[in-house]
C-alpha cells in the first residue's frame, strides 16, 4: 500500500494507478505516488513575489526565497501580468476567473 494522490492525498491505497506509477518510479522517497510535486501561488505568495519583484531581486533569487521553482514564476508573470506591471491582487482574480470557467 502506498500514500495516494488519487486517493485523497494522505489515504493508502494499492490502487492500478498507483501500482503503474510505483513501476515507473513515479514514488517519492517517503513512498507517496504523484503525477506531479507542484502547488498554486497563493495570495500571499503572490504579495511576497511582488515585494520582492520591486526588490529587484532575480527570479532564481525569489524561487529561493518562496521555495517555488522558477518557471512557477516566470510562468505566474507571463499569464497575470498586466501591461502596467504585476499586481499580486490581479494575478489572483485573473486566476480565479481562470480556474472558474467550464471546460
Known amino acids: ?3 495516494c494522490a488519487w486517493a485523497n492525498s494522505k489515504q493508502k491505497c494499492g490502487s492500478q494507478k498507483c501500482c503503474i506509477f510505483m513501476l515507473l518510479g513515479n514514488l517519492n522517497s517517503k513512498g507517496d505516488c504523484h ?4 502547488t498554486h501561488l497563493s495570495i500571499s505568495d503572490r504579495r ?3 515585494t520582492l519583484l520591486e526588490m529587484k531581486l532575480l527570479i532564481t533569487e525569489i524561487a529561493k526565497k518562496l521555495s517555488k521553482h522558477r518557471s512557477t514564476l516566470y510562468r505566474e508573470l507571463n499569464r497575470n501580468s498586466e501591461p502596467e506591471g504585476y499586481f499580486p491582487k490581479v494575478a489572483q482574480l485573473k486566476t480565479q ?3 472558474e470557467q467550464p471546460l
Do not use: C, L, Q, V
Open 35 to 38: 503525477i506531479g510535486d507542484y
Open 48 to 50: 511576497r513575489f511582488y
Open 97 to 99: 476567473e481562470r480556474t
Open 1 to 3: 500500500m502506498w500514500n
